[in-house]
């Protein structure tokens, strides 16, 4: 693979995921809580206040300091600002682009047990495979990490 299509598949795939952590930070990762606890987290007796903005998006932060606790699957849920914002603008950038691609594949990994746990296998509408957007990405993150540049 040249060099070109290589950074153009890692600055493709950081764009995608940007995109995707930008709509968390607007908007919260609390659904992505609520599939945790859906799972297998307890709730915790004791909390930090000040990671109730990211919890809840940039709008909430007014009542940061109001919210006694916090779960513990709110600390859990943090990895999507690492997988989505953090790793996607090292892709962009070109830097340390093996182990943003390892984060971004161990998140999507995660991402479909979770969420398609249970339709894995069940086709939409158009006769596509319901977990086919997730597998693409973890596939193009993958191909990422295993390529080798032939000249650097």
């Given amino acids: 693979m040249t060099k070109r299509a290589l950074h153009f598949l890692t600055f493709s795939l950081g764009v995608l995921f940007l995109l995707h952590g930008i709509d968390k930070l607007i908007n919260g990762i609390s659904h992505i809580e609520n599939i945790l606890i859906g799972y297998f987290l307890p709730f ?7 990671t109730t903005c990211f919890t809840y998006g940039i709008g909430f932060m ?17 990895i999507v600002y690492l997988s989505e ?11 340390y ?5 390892a984060i971004i ?12 746990r249970n339709t894995l296998f069940n ?11 997730p597998v693409l990405y973890l596939m193009l993150a993958l191909t990422i990490i295993f390529v080798r540049e032939r000249d650097k």
């Fill in 123 to 133: 086709l939409n509408s158009e006769g596509a495979l319901s977990v086919e957007a």
């Fill in 62 to 78: 007014g009542k940061v300091f109001l919210t006694p606790t916090l779960p513990y699957h709110n600390y859990i849920a943090y």
């Fill in 105 to 116: 594949s161990l998140y999507m990994i995660i991402s479909i047990f979770l969420i398609y």
């Fill in 97 to 101: 682009v093996k182990i943003a691609s």
């Fill in 85 to 95: 914002v953090i790793a996607p603008i090292f892709l962009i950038f070109g830097k």
């Fill in 44 to 50: 915790s007796e004791y909390a930090t206040p000040c």
